[in-house]
């Protein structure tokens, strides 16, 4: 069963009696046994032919495939860098809100005390004046804690999608690993599809000799020629070494 779409997708299957063991596209392995079938002198071109049909598309595949991986990996890494840029200007507004937050507090204090200094002294347009000071700060504050408690859940919402997309780069990267390793294999059967062609051409070349002496040696035992079976042993030889 093929791991992914695709012709020349890795095919784990047995076509005619295991004829060529290799990385094929059904297609060009049936059309190769169908043409050539056991055929040793015509077995090492079929398999060249299908090896070198496979790996192009194979490789048309692998450019497709690694492209897709390869910019889906880069949209996911821009999304990782926005969440985290986004997470850390949130920590900052968090840092910079409870620091303004703080001081208004602060005056507001202040203004709290001065509105009570004023009053026991009788001052009562300054303590007026102080105690809406104080109003006004109170109100500051409230809103510089809001905007705090804000930033600081836009700074977890952030972080929870910078999370997120960590574990889909790596997905990604995972991804471009697994595309690479899928051509790994395939190149490794499309060089193992080769040697065989190599191996099914010397055996086709020592069956064609092992024909010439089957001959030969027929016909110089027509006529009694002398040693006759020098030949025969020669041309048992050559199909052994045929069919090692």
Not at 65 to 75: E, K, N, S, V, Y
Not at 82 to 87: E, T
Not at 102 to 113: C, S, W
Not at 134 to 159: P, T, Y
């Amino acid at each position: 069963v093929p791991d992914k779409p695709g012709e020349a997708a890795l095919i784990f299957e047995t076509i005619a009696d295991a004829y060529c063991p290799a990385e094929l596209p059904i297609r060009i392995k049936r059309n190769a046994v169908k043409r050539f079938g056991r055929n040793p002198r015509k077995e090492p071109m079929a398999l060249e032919i299908g090896a070198s049909a496979a790996r192009g598309l194979a490789r048309d595949e692998y450019e497709t495939d690694l492209g897709m991986a390869a910019m889906q990996r880069d949209a996911v890494a821009r999304e990782h860098a926005a969440a985290d840029a986004r997470a850390l200007d949130a920590d900052r507004q968090v840092a910079e809100k409870q620091g303004v937050a703080r001081e208004l507090k602060n005056q507001r204090q202040q203004a709290e005390r001065d509105a009570t200094v004023a009053r026991n002294t009788g001052d009562t347009a300054m303590a007026e004046e102080r105690a809406e000071d104080w109003a006004r700060l109170n109100i500051e504050a409230r809103v510089a804690d809001q905007q705090a408690v804000g930033a600081q859940s836009a700074a977890a919402d952030a972080r929870v999608q910078a999370a997120n997309a960590k574990a889909r780069l790596e997905q990604r990267d995972a991804d471009i690993a697994t595309v690479h390793a899928r051509s790994e294999r395939q190149e490794r059967a499309f060089d193992e599809q080769e040697d065989q062609a190599r191996v099914y051409r010397h055996a086709a070349d020592e069956m064609r000799e092992t024909e010439r002496l089957d001959e030969a040696y027929t016909d110089l035992e027509a006529r009694g020629v002398a040693d006759a079976d020098r030949v025969k042993e020669a041309a048992a030889a050559h199909r052994a070494r045929a069919e090692e």
